[in-house]
Nanobody, 118 residues
Framework: QVQLVESGGGLVQAGGSLRLSCTAS????????MGWYRQATGKQRELVARITDGGGTVYADSVKGRFTISRDNAGSTVYLQMNSLKPEDTAVYYC????????????WGQGTQVTVSS
């Protein structure tokens, strides 16, 4: 079982930036894909961005042009650069490995809280 640890969250004003990191206990180059998800209070967890082992990316419409996902295939880390943050981005952010069919592969970590004030 691969362990996933998210970090980098915090409190930021609207328009600010944060960079989230997700470190896996196994080399992520072995993972077909990696994804960042978020869950706001009272809402379902949703996919924010995902990246394939070849570097292809997909973003939720709500974050296109503001968020960038990247991965360090030589290591065990995937990143989410978040710019122009909005209050509606407030949520707990999680990462996970994705199968070739984009199914989540492992148990969720504790996530990292992102709070954007207006």
């Amino acid at each position: 079982q691969v362990q996933l640890v998210e970090s980098g969250g915090g409190l930021v004003q609207a328009g600010g930036s944060l960079r989230l990191s997700c470190t896996a206990s196994s080399r992520i180059s072995r993972m077909p894909g990696m994804g960042w998800y978020r869950q706001a209070t009272g809402k379902q967890r949703e996919l924010v961005a995902r990246i394939t082992d070849g570097g292809g990316t997909v973003y939720a419409d709500s974050v296109k042009g503001r968020f960038t996902i990247s991965r360090d295939n030589a290591g065990s880390t995937v990143y989410l650069q978040m710019n122009s943050l909005k209050p509606e981005d407030t949520a707990v952010y999680y990462c996970n490995a994705l199968s070739f069919s984009n199914f989540v592969m492992y148990a969720w970590g504790q996530g990292t809280q992102v709070t954007v004030s207006s």
